[in-house]
């Protein structure tokens, strides 16, 4: 969870090479108390499809704020595990994890129809196939068979992103904002005490920074290059309205265009 009142971390970093642009995606429909405040301040919005969170209600409800905002939709499969939220690993063979993605894809697809526009994996699953070079190939290859049209958001620089390049998807490489990354690039497990940034003027710097110069300090000191397309910001914390807020504001004083991948 971000805390508000928080000091400047660092300088804002100064953008390179002219205008940039970013899309702000948010997984919604899993439960939380201010969808409706969020929608307005993202560009895409990640709905979950039954499995770790939501319902057909939700999905039809929270589909048609998105479109009432003119925001982009995008299916958020992962585990059926409600009760830890789709965060827990689990042992997974390639066709399994194919399966749980085209059926949660398919289930937003019957709601939203045409304009569905990205699928993001969640949780448990998110990183698993994100690392898992075997687990990523048969999931792209799914999607490139029943979804082809779809953009594939998927962790920077992770084997689900060359995957889905490597088969003519459109891929947005994903960062996030509140949390941590290892020297290797990838996310700093959340079983790890430092895995999330607790505060907001650092998260916001941390987005700024991968924005405008392409990098990110890891955990150790280290800096690491790193592609944003993309920046999720978590929608489940107490100050979640408030942090998109300073964000969005943060990044029109810096010059960056905020719009949805693609468009």
Request: proline share 3%; glycine share 10%; charged share 25%.
């Amino acid at each position: 969870m971000l805390e508000r009142n928080s000091s400047e971390t660092g300088r804002r970093p100064a953008l390179l090479g002219g205008m940039k642009r970013i899309d702000l995606n948010c997984d919604l429909g899993e439960g939380a108390a201010h969808d409706a405040e969020l929608m307005p301040l993202i560009t895409s919005a990640n709905i979950a499809c039954g499995a770790h969170a939501g319902d057909r209600a939700t999905m039809r409800s929270t589909v048609a704020l998105a479109e009432r905002h003119g925001v982009a939709i995008g299916a958020h499969p992962g585990y059926h595990e409600p009760g830890n939220f789709g965060r827990l690993e689990r042992a997974v063979t390639p066709d399994e994890a194919a399966g749980l993605v085209l059926t949660q894809v398919q289930a937003l697809h019957e709601v939203a129809g045409p304009a569905l526009r990205h699928v993001k994996l969640h949780g448990a699953l998110y990183n698993q196939v994100s690392r898992d070079e075997a687990l990523a190939a048969v999931v792209v290859d799914g999607l490139v068979r029943h979804f082809p049209k779809l953009v594939l958001f998927a962790l920077s620089g992770s084997r689900l992103a060359e995957a889905g390049r490597a088969r003519g998807l459109r891929v947005a490489e994903e960062v996030f904002a509140d949390r941590t990354y290892q020297a290797d690039g990838n996310l700093t497990p959340r079983s790890q005490p430092q895995a999330t940034i607790q505060d907001e003027a650092a998260a916001v710097h941390q987005v700024l920074r991968m924005v405008a110069d392409g990098r990110v300090r890891a955990v150790d000191g280290r800096d690491v290059a790193i592609a944003a397309d993309t920046v999720c910001l978590h929608g489940d914390g107490a100050h979640a309205v408030e942090f998109a807020r300073r964000l969005r504001k943060e990044l029109a004083v810096a010059g960056v265009a905020v719009r949805a991948f693609g468009t």
